[in-house]
């Protein structure tokens, strides 16, 4: 085998690839692995995104690592805290000097003769690996959602994407229009208003907010009588039994989980007609993400009069800022686009099996981690009802039994499978940017194992004893 050869290769190093390499080398001191990073810097969505007031609105004591406690005071954590969290968890494992950076992957081909995949580099070089694992997310960085906005090119002032928030941006006493309502944009609102002149955020229609505490009050009394490891086990527990009860409550009981989020709405705002306003979605709780608002920063804002939610339609960009459907003008020195993501299967990387391209979209989801035909390949995609780590940890963990299992039976090779039949998009969101690109996506199936469940509670107890041979074809090293 060449010097180039590894026995796993993984695809970013990010929170899943540093913690896919964690479980990897755990369970295998042996082999051979390396991490291939497109960008200089550890901490793949966290590194990327610089915006004001980046943070987590998922709590970290379900986001960090299980095998690492989270132990800063901050339960929904700024940006460059879980940046650094992510950076120091691969030096204290070693795993930082197996990470090649500046290493962007366009493309893997996997040769049956071989039994190996082929793994070309934007700088021309080639790697080889008996396993892939994809730990790339599912978005691109290198293009935000940007809707075509009428009129554009009159605005005098600047436009700005938050994927690319740039170095330079002065908003200081600056008027700022925000354009959209999910998770960003009721990030940057709170943010930027204390220096802004005034944020306003326009929405074409309005998503549902929960209010939670920056710091978790259960999890600080826990770390005052328990040593680190068992209080984050704890307030972990805690977090996700609580999380994935109201999930399913508001699956089941929409109506009561709607009244519950317009009472903590009314008690932030203390205005009800304009709660029912702006604040009250067309949709059912959880048909898109909730998003959530540390300490309810964004009412504060809201109340103190440096922020405004105006909920209305684009007719055109002007000179002075932006004229709505309604005939009002949002005067604007900025404008930030907070409009979405653009999703992107497996980093965009093209797929193909002895020279034959593999549509993506065409194949079914194994486990929601592997893909029908495709040999000893996985990828890897959170929760979007709960931190992404929870889910991200049980594919590691699984991917960790299928090649433990291979190599104690001498196989080179194993493929899910094709099921007959066909179910739900892997990710079961009305989100517009969802929406936009479920052709790219695996489809799941009618049946286990291939269908993706939304349940942590059972996912992770049936995960980790999940038959590895089920649905999946193997064959053997060549002698």
């Known amino acids: 085998m060449s010097g180039d050869y590894r026995d796993v290769l993984i695809i970013g190093a990010g929170l899943s690839g540093i913690g896919a390499a964690w479980r990897l080398q755990e369970a295998f001191p042996s082999q051979t692995y390396a991490i291939l990073e497109a960008r200089e810097a550890i901490g793949g969505t966290w590194d990327l995104f610089r915006y004001p007031g980046v943070r987590s609105d998922s709590d970290m004591f379900t986001l960090s690592y ?32 197996h990470i090649r950076f500046g290493a962007r992957v366009t493309a893997a081909d996997w040769s049956s003769a071989d039994s190996r995949w082929t793994v070309r580099l934007a700088d021309g070089s080639v790697m080889t690996c008996g396993f892939l694992y994809a730990c790339t997310g599912y978005y691109s960085y290198d293009a935000g959602y940007q809707p075509a906005f009428p009129g554009l090119d009159s605005f005098e002032g600047r436009v700005v ?11 200081r006493g600056k008027r700022v229009v925000v354009i959209g309502s999910g998770a960003t944009a009721v990030t940057l609102v709170p943010a930027m ?75 932030g705002l203390g205005d009800e007609s304009y709660v029912d306003e702006h604040f009250k979605p067309r949709y059912d709780p959880w048909d898109q993400r909730l998003c959530v608002i540390p300490g ?21 960009f ?42 993506i979209g065409e194949r079914a989801a194994y486990r929601g981690l592997m893909l029908s035909g495709v040999p000893n390949l996985a990828y890897c995609i959170g929760y979007v009802n709960a931190s992404w780590t929870l889910r991200a940890d049980l594919s590691h963990r699984y991917v960790v039994r299928l090649l433990r299992h291979m190599r104690r039976r001498g196989l080179a090779v194993a493929t899910p499978t094709t099921p ?56 053997e090293i060549a002698p």
Not at 337 to 358: E, M
């Open 193 to 267: 208003a204390p220096d802004a002149a005034h944020v306003t955020m326009l929405q074409r229609s309005p998503s549902y907010l929960t209010s939670l505490p920056a710091r978790d009050v259960i999890a600080d009394a826990l770390r005052r009588v328990l040593p680190a490891k068992p209080a984050n086990t704890i307030a972990r527990a805690k977090n996700i039994l609580l999380t994935q009860g109201f999930y399913q409550l508001a699956r089941r009981r929409p109506d009561r989980v709607r009244k519950l989020l317009r009472t903590m709405a009314v008690s």
């Open 161 to 171: 994407h938050p994927q690319f928030w740039p170095d330079d941006l002065d908003y």
């Open 420 to 475: 007959g039949g066909t179910g739900r998009p892997l990710l079961d969101l009305s989100s517009g940017y969802v929406q936009r690109a479920l052709d790219l996506f695996p489809h799941q199936g009618d049946r286990a194992p291939w269908i993706v469940r939304q349940n942590y509670l059972r996912d992770v107890i049936t995960t980790p004893r999940a038959d590895v041979t089920r649905d999946m074809t193997f064959e």
């Open 296 to 316: 309810g920063d964004l009412y504060e804002e809201i109340r103190a009069g440096r922020a405004a939610v105006v909920t209305d339609h684009i007719d055109t």
């Open 318 to 359: 002007v000179p002075a800022g932006i004229r709505l459907r309604s005939g009002r003008v949002l005067e604007a020195d900025i404008v930030v686009s907070a409009t979405g993501l653009t999703l992107l299967p497996l980093g965009g990387i093209g797929v193909s099996i002895d020279g034959s391209p593999v549509a």
């Open 66 to 97: 299980p095998f690492r406690p989270w132990t800063d005071t901050q339960s929904l954590a700024s940006g460059d805290k879980i940046r650094a969290y992510i950076s120091e968890t691969a030096d204290e494992a070693g795993i930082t000097r």
